[in-house]
């Protein structure tokens, strides 16, 4: 995925960005933890980023 999001950068475009989740962890605290990320990030600071979660770990 990296890869592709530099192409995809690359050719001036963008992405609101991009959230990788651990499938192996608790759906439940997987969602609490992307609506307070919601709640806490300001308008644009995850464009053209990938973030894996759980952030705290």
């Keep these: 995925m990296p890869k592709h999001l530099a192409d995809h950068l690359a050719e001036n475009r963008h992405v609101p960005g991009i959230f990788v989740i651990d499938i ?18 300001f308008p644009h600071e995850y464009q053209d980023r990938i973030e894996y979660l759980p952030l705290s770990e």
């Design 24 to 41: 192996s962890k608790n759906i439940g605290e997987t969602l609490t933890e992307l609506i307070v990320i919601a709640g806490a990030s």
